[in-house]
């Protein structure tokens, strides 16, 4: 087999492997078009042969969309602030002042992450409930997020500053700049992208977190999207266009900001964000 043959065979297994990956994607997204009794229909149709538009504004409107993802953005914006602010510091210095009992810490941490959301909760849940921060729910979930999500922030962004030559800082701080100047005038603009990407990473997961809005905001008012599309599930549910129209609106706004920021990303993942 030539080069060129196996270039060919290696790209169509690639184009299948994708359409397979991506499939479900876009049943989700025909499945919003497609009316109550054509969702059932056998065999399965692969476009709607009427259109209903409709359905995203049903939805938008009878499900109060647009407060459940402000809800799901308050508490990924805060989460990503929170971790960012401390974790940024953390993961610098852990990067330059390293030895063997710091990566055996950051393993044993960083094994914690294994721990489920639905193990951890009972805990926190007490705690909060102690501590009086269930009077602020949003708020307490954004703690419980940060402290979940922080260690994996840490060991991804502090690779990124492993990444960035030491030997610039030592020459920042010769020509009279502080240990802070050379970290905000040198460092951080190095290692933007892959602190981008980790805010990124971090950013998804709070964003589409379910167990702890579940089980600390009861308010329906202050829930995120992730559990308003739990409220549709039931012993009877068929509305599934309504609810494929949901996760649309629920999932597009994410899909936007990878396709936006995408060769951001792919800087931050060459650069060391992931290694």
């Known amino acids: 087999m030539n080069g060129t043959t196996r270039d060919r065979l290696m790209l169509a297994i690639a184009i299948v492997m994708a359409a397979i990956y991506l499939f479900p994607l876009y049943w989700m997204y025909v499945t919003t078009l497609k009316s109550g009794s054509e969702v059932f229909a056998t065999p399965p149709s692969f476009w709607p042969a009427s259109p209903q538009w409709s359905t995203y504004a049903f939805v938008w409107e009878s499900r109060n969309m647009g407060r459940y993802l402000w809800n799901s953005l308050v508490i990924a914006f805060g989460s990503v602030a929170l971790i960012s602010v401390l974790g940024v510091g953390c993961a610098y210095v852990l990067a330059r002042y390293r030895n063997a009992w710091v990566d055996v810490g950051l393993f044993l941490i960083l094994m914690l992450q294994v721990l489920p959301a639905s193990l951890m909760i009972t805990p926190i849940f007490v705690g909060f409930s102690q501590l009086g921060m269930l009077e602020y729910p949003r708020l ?3 703690i419980a997020i940060a402290a979940k999500s922080m260690p994996f922030f840490v060991v991804l962004v502090r690779a990124t500053f492993m990444s960035v030559p030491q030997e610039l800082e030592e020459a920042a701080l010769v020509d009279g700049n502080s240990r ?6 040198i460092v951080l603009p190095l290692a ?15 964003f589409g977190e379910f167990v702890y809005s579940k089980s600390i905001i009861q308010a329906a008012e202050l829930q995120p999207a992730s559990v308003g599309l739990n409220s549709f599930m039931g012993p009877n549910t068929n509305e599934w266009n309504n609810i494929m129209a949901y996760a649309t609106m629920y999932v597009t706004p994410i899909l936007a900001i990878f396709v936006l920021l995408q060769r ?3 800087s931050g993942l060459t650069s060391g964000a992931l290694k």
């Open 264 to 266: 951001r990303i792919v």
């Open 192 to 206: 933007r992208n892959g602190i981008l990407v980790s805010a990124l990473l971090i950013f998804m997961q709070a």
């Open 180 to 185: 802070i100047g050379a970290f905000f005038s």
């Open 140 to 142: 307490a979930v954004i």
